[in-house]
């Protein structure tokens, strides 16, 4: 073989697989050893990670329809809350000259410290005070501790639980918060002063800072107070009578509370109260306070971007994350099952062209 017939066979080797000449079939390359091997492996790896990230997006969205959602919707058991209710005219009685003031700014301030109850994680305990008071001047003041389960809203007789200092009082029904998502249409709420839980009964639906609310009212005929006897001048009771007489607080009470349902939370409220001295054997009485008390503006507000903020939130993680984390979970499931059933077709197809053909 000639340097010149070598080269020439060389080209039309080199030729045979760039062109079979003109018109005629080009024959595959032929495919790098392990190429196949290759890209079946990457193939397979991508389908285990789509099935891994099936099982997280999946297992994600039930932690939170069936968990997270449990835990947003129940009460924080930290917190820090205010209820200011003010009237800019009201009336009241100056127990020390017993002389009354009217058209004077009444304020009744609640503040509420909570913290983890001692041994158990779904209550809190608050420590709640009210205050009532005339420009700095205090008119009453109550301190109460009260254990409120996290899910309900509803006071648990424990740990150290007293009004005023009574210990031997046992609160009962809602203190502050519904419980979230609550729709019926009667509740026991908790009045301090009364020691009691007449029904809190829902008044119809309606819209505070363009929030959907449901409205609900207590209202409690005049009712004596317990343990609020003093003595009190009998002429200042209108008695024709020298000395002193034992009188008890009496309270007509119209409490109104608008609620966002989602979340429970209190948005706005609205306070109208009559309060009276009486003796207790006669029919003399003095006016004690009566005011219509409605909370400010800005103080709803605050509450009502929070309680919006919180129904998002809420409503995020019942139903639209839970929804969108299933629908791609799902997604990655059938695009790794559906690969690796084609890659189980394509192997058994590669095996039946491997196998030689049966001698004839």
């Known amino acids: 073989m000639t340097a010149g017939s070598g080269g020439s066979d060389a080209r039309d080797g080199r030729d045979a697989w760039d062109t079979a000449g003109p018109g005629g079939p080009v024959p595959d390359r032929p495919r790098r050893p392990g190429s196949r091997a290759v890209s079946a492996a990457l193939a397979r790896n991508g389908r285990l990670i789509a099935l891994a990230t099936a099982v997280f997006l999946i297992t994600s969205a039930l932690m939170l329809r069936f968990y997270v959602a449990g835990e947003l919707e129940k009460i924080p058991a930290r917190a820090e809350l205010t209820m200011r ?102 509740y026991p709420f908790y009045d301090a002063d009364l020691r009691a839980a007449p029904p809190m009964v829902f008044d119809g639906g309606a819209t505070v800072g363009g929030l959907f609310v449901r409205r609900y009212v207590q209202t409690v005929d005049t009712a004596q107070v317990p343990d609020s006897a003093r003595p009190v001048p009998a002429r200042e009771l209108g008695l024709d009578r020298p000395g002193t007489v034992e009188a008890h607080r009496w309270l007509e ?108």
């Open 85 to 186: 209710l003010t009237d800019d005219s009201a009336a009241y009685l100056d127990t020390g000259a017993w002389d009354e003031v009217r058209g004077a700014p009444v304020e009744r301030l609640t503040e509420i410290s909570g913290d983890y109850a001692p041994g158990n994680s779904d209550w809190t305990a608050w420590r709640m005070s009210t205050e009532v008071s005339s420009g700095g001047t205090p008119l009453a003041y109550r301190e109460r501790r009260v254990v409120v389960d996290r899910a309900t809203g509803t006071a648990v007789n424990c740990c150290g639980e007293h009004v005023g200092g009574d210990r031997e009082v046992r609160q009962a029904g809602l203190v502050l918060r519904w419980p979230a998502g609550g729709t019926w249409d009667e």
């Open 253 to 360: 009470l119209e409490r109104t509370l608008w609620v966002e349902p989602v979340t429970g939370r209190v948005v706005d409220a609205r306070e109208v109260r009559h309060e009276t001295l009486r003796p207790e054997n006669g029919d003399g009485e003095r006016l004690l306070l009566d005011a219509d008390l409605r909370m400010a503006e800005e103080l709803s507000d605050a509450k009502t971007g929070a309680a919006e903020r919180r129904r998002t939130l809420l409503r995020a993680v019942r139903s639209w994350l839970p929804i969108g984390l299933g629908a791609a979970g799902g997604a990655s499931a059938v695009w790794a099952l559906a690969g690796a059933v084609r890659a189980r077709r394509a192997a058994a197809q590669a095996r039946g062209e491997t196998q030689p053909r049966a001698r004839s």
